[in-house]
């Protein structure tokens, strides 16, 4: 993989999540583009490099937030664990491919979340509502297509191998 | 690198994070104080000023508040009638003592900041950028512009190019106050004899939970009434300035002896296109 390729793309990810995802939300439920980049890394990227790209898509998330260190790179981490693990047996360009995994990523991601704020509340006592953490995977799932599909027109740019455990 | 010694890297990677988010103490790994989304202003900037202007060019700012229009006109009558009196002891004592600085014009203590992002993840928090930025400190308050200026939060941290703000409507923010309601009959009443404790609920919501639903009662808060800053914490400027509107009161789930109010801010503050920073102290 392109390494140079990824950190571009990881870099608008970050910019369209800081600038974009909160002036769109819906109902509190903003979509998470970082998310959509760490699909498509883990759905084409070889395992190895698949898997770091998406810890460091994590923790640069969460260097970009206010947030807690260590969340999102875990959060991502599974998400990139599960979607290597499947990566061969999908079809990589179609949309329902795109939509479950990006829904499957975002309910990992809002239960890893949820779990967190009922652990490791704001305030004694205070736990945030976790409808809007999944309201916003299916809100993401829905973008997947349109998002996924465009980045795997231009998945050249991205040189991913198909020999497995390379970085 | 070989396969086992990279699997044995990412479960480190994995722990590590694990340990951050989940077993090490939050001032640890509380990155409320970082300045990293500095970084992407040139790419956050103008998404977040496009997409704010498409949306408020197509959608109309929903009202939330379902009094009838006859409450409404008559608040608005009553607060006309009060501007007119606080302007004219404005003016005397502008004459008698010169302390223009301390009638409330807060502009005089204020520089204006652009908003550049929101927050990325599930808090509500903002970027801030301009000219002036060397000016803003940690802990310095942070109001809306327009016509009406609210309470909106407070600046958690500063770098060469921007300033992050934690919003009063993050999950955890702790502010005091008190409830001011109007009345035909009586005008404008302020219950100091309550004081209500404020915490961000995240989601542009804030809660009071501390007050015994009788005394709620007795003291006729109801729903569209303002809660308004009264904390020693903050600049005594700023006392009495609003921070939100009561949305909804009812018993507490699990404590239905108190009351669990629901505040919301005049305007959703997480598309704000400028806000006030105090950067000097009256």
């Known amino acids: 993989m392109r390494w140079l390729s990824f950190f571009i793309l990881a870099y608008i990810a970050l910019g369209l999540q800081a600038g974009l995802a909160r002036a769109i939300e819906w109902n509190g439920a903003a979509p998470n583009f970082v998310l959509l980049a760490v699909v498509f890394i883990a759905l084409n990227a070889p395992r190895d490099a698949a898997l770091l790209a998406c810890f460091i898509l994590g923790a640069m998330h969460d260097l970009t937030s206010q947030g807690t260190l260590g969340l999102l790179a875990f959060s991502y981490g599974l998400v990139a664990t599960f979607v290597v693990g499947v990566q061969q047996a999908v079809r990589r360009r179609h949309p329902v491919t795109h939509f479950t995994l990006a829904l499957l990523g975002g309910i990992v991601t809002a239960i890893v979340l949820s779990v967190h704020g009922w652990l490791r509340p704001p305030a004694a006592g205070l736990h945030a509502p976790v409808l809007p953490l999944f309201t916003a995977a299916v809100y993401t799932a829905i973008l997947a297509p349109f998002a996924l599909g465009g980045l795997q027109r231009a998945s050249g740019f991205f040189r991913f191998q198909s020999g497995r455990g390379r970085i | 690198m070989p396969r086992v010694q990279f699997n044995q890297v990412f479960f480190g990677l994995m722990m590590l994070s694990l340990l951050g988010a989940f077993v090490l103490p939050p001032r640890a790994t509380d990155l409320g104080r970082t300045s990293f989304q500095t970084l992407l202003i040139p790419i956050s ?238």
């Open chain 2, 45 to 282: 900037r103008p998404t977040y000023r496009i997409a704010n202007a498409i949306r408020s060019h197509f959608e109309s700012q929903p009202s939330e508040d379902t009094r009838s229009a006859q409450t409404i006109e008559q608040e608005n009558l009553g607060l006309k009638q009060q501007i007119q009196r606080m302007s004219a002891q404005i003016e005397q004592l502008e004459q008698r003592a010169g302390e223009r600085a301390s009638l409330g014009g807060f502009e005089t203590y204020c520089t204006r900041f652009e908003v550049t992002a929101a927050d990325s993840d599930n808090r509500d928090g903002l970027a801030i950028a301009g000219s002036g930025i060397g000016a803003v400190r940690v802990d310095q308050s942070v109001l809306s512009s327009g016509v009406v200026i609210d309470l909106i939060g407070r600046i958690t941290a500063v770098g060469p190019l921007a300033a992050r703000v934690r919003l009063i409507t993050d999950a955890g923010f702790t502010i005091t106050g008190h409830f001011k309601s109007y009345s035909t009959a009586g005008g404008f009443e302020e219950n100091k004899d309550l004081p209500a404790i404020v915490i961000g609920h995240g989601a542009g919501q804030m809660l009071i939970d501390n007050l015994w639903i009788k005394n709620v009662r007795d003291a006729h808060v109801q729903i569209g009434d303002w809660v308004v800053l009264s904390d020693d914490t903050w600049p005594r400027a700023l006392q009495g300035v609003r921070i939100g509107r009561v949305a909804s009161i009812q018993p507490l789930p699990k404590q239905s002896l108190f009351a669990d109010i629901r505040l919301a801010p005049e305007q959703n503050l997480m598309h704000l296109n400028d806000v006030w920073v105090m950067t000097h102290q009256p």
